[in-house]
């Protein structure tokens, strides 16, 4: 007896490393706004003009930030949305571009914001 092929509606089966399937993931329209809002606020940081920012852009070795600027960037990112952003595991690796800063940012909300 042969087991039956998935169907393309059925969720993915959960893979060693990933997240479970009952977890939210950040939806793309928000990573999208957060993207947007970050590069929308890195002038404000870094008190110069700042164009073409986009996900893939190195905060650290392309703009320069340091970890007093991407402390007041997400100060700042706060305030603009009205979140709670959880700072408590934030690292270095995680201003390496303004997408991975967003990704940070979308998985790491506190529920009371």
């Known amino acids: ?16 490393g990933s997240a479970p399937l ?3 993931a ?7 706004q957060l993207i947007d809002a970050i590069c929308a606020l890195l002038p404000v940081v870094l008190k110069r003009e700042v164009t073409g920012a986009d996900a893939d852009t190195a905060l650290l070795d392309a703009l320069g930030l340091n970890s007093t600027t991407g402390l007041e960037l997400v100060l700042e990112l706060e305030e603009r949305l009205g979140l709670e952003i ?7 690796d995680d ?4 997408g991975s800063l ?7 909300l506190l529920a009371d914001a």
């Open 1 to 16: 007896m042969t087991s039956p092929l998935p169907s393309p509606l059925d969720p993915p089966a959960s893979s060693p």
């Open 22 to 24: 009952d977890s939210p």
């Open 26 to 32: 950040p939806s793309p329209s928000s990573s999208l």
């Open 86 to 92: 959880s700072v408590e595991d934030l690292g270095r």
């Open 95 to 98: 201003f390496t571009t303004v």
């Open 102 to 108: 967003a990704a940070y940012v979308a998985g790491n």
